[in-house]
């Protein structure tokens, strides 16, 4: 998954009176990823697996401009097969929110473990030492999430895998 560009593809239904959330698939995005493409990857999946578009009434969409697009987006891709899709991005966008309005003793904490794991997933050397100190420890985990200011989200993340080791 590293240095791979790759769509996660979550669904939401109803069956029997109940609401279930569930990975559709997560597939490897080839070469470029501009909306046409991850429609695409998109599109063949949904075809491959004898699913019905139809269903789809709504879209969901986090992450690059790539995904908005008013022409080329996968949204607009989507809409151009059902129109009356409905269309939210940063389904999440109140996580962030959380951090910003955060306590600043927690804020403090989550800088500085950020921080950490960015010096150690910054250079290969250190990576590769970290994951055998891991391993030698016999963790879970041998690797950390890389956090970046533009995955927002991505806090939290690490700093549960930086708790779990």
């Avoid at 955060?102 to 800088?111: F, G, I, N, S, W």
């Avoid at 990576?127 to 985990?141: I, V």
């Amino acid at each position: 998954i590293v240095n791979l560009a790759n769509i996660l593809l979550f669904v939401r239904y109803e069956l029997n009176n109940e609401v279930h959330d569930d990975i559709l698939f997560c597939q490897p995005i080839p070469i470029h990823t501009t909306g046409e493409a991850i429609s695409k990857v998109i599109d063949d999946f949904i075809k491959n697996n004898y699913l019905d578009w139809s269903c789809c009434v709504g879209i969901s969409t986090d992450g690059a401009r790539a995904m908005i697009g008013s022409k080329k987006g996968v949204v607009a891709c989507i809409q151009a097969v059902l129109p009356k899709a409905k269309s939210t991005h940063y389904c999440i966008h109140r996580d962030a929110l959380d951090t910003q309005n955060m306590q600043a003793d927690l804020k403090q904490v989550l800088d500085e473990a950020v921080k950490i794991i960015n010096f150690v997933k910054g250079r290969p050397l250190n990576a590769r030492l970290f994951s055998q100190l891991c391993d030698e420890m016999g963790s879970d985990y041998t690797q950390l999430l890389f956090h970046t200011e533009v995955r927002w989200f991505s806090r939290g993340k690490v700093l549960n895998r930086l708790f779990e080791l």
